[in-house]
């Protein structure tokens, strides 16, 4: 048997190895309680999961905010996730999902929490072309048993639900924000990679606000072959990737390649390991900060703020 402190370092080192652990949990069904669908949320991102308390309703509060609660001295919004999925219940809202990313704490109720899983990166892929992607990042597909075909997990996309239940929160993006444009050498973009729709779109507006070519992607395998491409349209010409690439600007949590396993590569690599690797995201605390010096990321930087990306973009780029 693990003791504790096997448990927390086995999951700490999963950040090296393109693994993470998905909370699996429902929402509810149609109306004829029916089409209970399975969704899942990264581990990282939970910070506990309790009981569903007595929530305190907040007069004026928009659509699908149950109200707050008070725990151990901390106010927290909390969140009607089945009435944003557009299910119903069939027991109740019986169990709240603490999570804290991007900066902010919240609460989403939801059903019933089924269990944990551990998954490669390579096991889950992109939604951006499946119904209802606008809450949903990813879908995960789980291992069966006996060789059965496994089950199907949506993996939310909690930012582009926050960002959608309050739109007049987005943050400011302009010239003013973010300071003087940024010089990279002529020729070359900073290469983007991001899962989430809203955050591609923050990012895009950032960067367009700093006066920076870009290429977007939606992943850390999309993100890396798009590497090697310009690496090798560079050789071509007698020039390397460095001359194309000024910088890498990587999420972490994205599928088929997390930005730990992206950020590793291009360190690895012969010919891209001097091009500076910036780790723009939710995910925060000590644990993730320390994952990213040991896989060589050039600076962290946590969602959303236009002015800190500037600032960190400005002195990894030393200008």
């Given at each position: 048997m693990k003791s504790v402190q096997q448990e927390v370092d086995e999951r700490s080192n999963l950040t090296g190895t393109n693994k993470f652990e998905l909370l699996l949990f429902r929402l509810g069904g149609d109306d004829k309680g029916e089409h209970n669908e399975l969704f899942g949320i990264n581990v990282f991102k939970i910070r506990e999961i309790v009981a569903m308390p007595a929530i305190t309703a907040v007069a004026g509060s928009p659509p699908h905010v149950l109200g707050v609660v008070n725990l151990r001295g901390q106010i927290i919004q909390v969140l009607d996730l089945p009435a944003i999925a557009g299910v119903k219940p069939k027991t109740g809202l019986n169990i709240m999902?603490?999570?804290?990313?991007?900066?902010?704490?919240?609460?989403?109720?939801?059903?019933?929490?089924?269990?944990?899983?551990?998954?490669?990166?390579?096991?889950?892929?992109?939604?951006?072309?499946?119904?209802?992607?606008?809450?949903v990042t990813s879908i995960a597909r789980l291992e069966g048993e006996n060789g059965e075909q496994g089950r199907l997990a949506q993996v939310l996309d909690v930012e582009t639900i926050l960002r959608n239940l309050n739109p007049d929160a987005s943050p400011e993006i302009s010239q003013q924000a973010v300071g003087a444009r940024i010089q990279i050498k002529p020729g070359s973009v900073v290469l983007a990679a991001d899962d989430s729709v809203v955050a591609r779109a923050l990012?895009?507006?950032?960067?367009?606000a700093m006066g920076l070519p870009y290429v977007m992607t939606k992943s850390g395998k999309e993100a890396w072959d798009q590497l090697n491409s310009i690496a090798n349209a560079a050789e071509a010409e007698g020039k390397t990737a460095s001359d194309k690439v000024a910088l890498v600007l990587?999420?972490?949590?994205?599928?088929?390649?997390?930005?730990?396993?992206?950020?590793?590569?291009?360190?690895?690599?012969?010919?891209?390991?001097?091009?500076?690797?910036?780790?723009?995201?939710?995910l925060s605390g000590t644990t993730n900060e320390e994952h990213v010096r040991n896989v060589?990321?050039?600076?962290?930087?946590?969602?959303?703020?236009?002015?800190?990306?500037?600032?960190?973009?400005?002195?990894?780029?030393?200008?």
């Open positions: 999902l603490v999570t804290e990313f991007a900066r902010t704490t919240q609460a989403f109720a939801v059903e019933s929490v089924e269990e944990i899983v551990r998954l490669d990166w390579s096991q889950v892929m992109s939604a951006e072309k499946s119904a209802g992607s606008g809450m990012i895009e507006q950032g960067l367009d990587t999420d972490l949590e994205m599928p088929e390649m997390d930005g730990f396993t992206l950020t590793r590569n291009v360190k690895k690599s012969a010919r891209m390991a001097n091009i500076p690797v910036v780790i723009h995201s939710s060589g990321a050039d600076a962290y930087v946590a969602k959303f703020s236009a002015e800190d990306l500037a600032n960190t973009l400005r002195r990894v780029l030393k200008q």
